[in-house]
């Protein structure tokens, strides 16, 4: 399931988001490990070779996009949509090494139609 962010980024601007990772409480952990790609929305199109990046883990961890990462494609109008998929490990009571993972979707907005 995907989390839909209500931030509108701007075609070549910087667009910043902050992922938190929750264990199995509920509660806001840093991750051991986290990586991430940006795609269109349906994930068919991977934008701006972003893929399988790693991240400082943090709490939250921020991912920080700007210039050809926000961009609009030739084939898209006045918007589109974006997809950030993250993946990685926590270490938790329930084990070591544990796996998630989650989108988070936002809208991207040519500079022109501002």
Request: hydrophobic content about 35%; proline content about 4%; overall charge negative.
């Given at each position: 399931m995907?989390?839909?962010?209500?931030?509108?980024?701007?075609?070549?601007?910087?667009?910043?988001?902050?992922?938190t990772?929750?264990?199995?409480?509920?509660?806001?952990?840093?991750p051991?490990?986290?990586?991430?790609?940006?795609?269109?929305?349906?994930?068919?199109?991977?934008?701006?070779?972003?893929?399988?990046?790693?991240?400082?883990?943090?709490?939250?961890?921020?991912?920080?996009?700007?210039?050809?990462?926000?961009?609009?494609?030739?084939?898209?109008?006045?918007?589109?949509?974006?997809?950030?998929?993250?993946?990685?490990?926590?270490?938790?009571?329930?084990?070591?090494?544990?796996?998630?993972?989650?989108?988070?979707?936002?809208?991207?907005?040519?500079?022109a139609?501002?």
């Open positions: 995907s989390s839909v962010l209500v931030e509108v980024a701007i075609e070549g601007s910087t667009y910043t988001i902050e992922v990772v929750k264990d199995e409480t509920d509660t806001a952990i840093t051991e490990t986290i990586s991430w790609k940006l795609t269109d929305e349906p994930g068919s199109v991977i934008i701006n070779n972003l893929d399988d990046e790693s991240a400082t883990p943090g709490n939250p961890t921020k991912i920080t996009l700007s210039g050809d990462d926000l961009q609009i494609l030739t084939t898209e109008k006045n918007y589109a949509y974006r997809k950030l998929s993250v993946w990685g490990t926590y270490d938790s009571s329930y084990g070591t090494d544990l796996p998630f993972q989650g989108d988070v979707v936002f809208k991207l907005r040519d500079l139609a501002r």
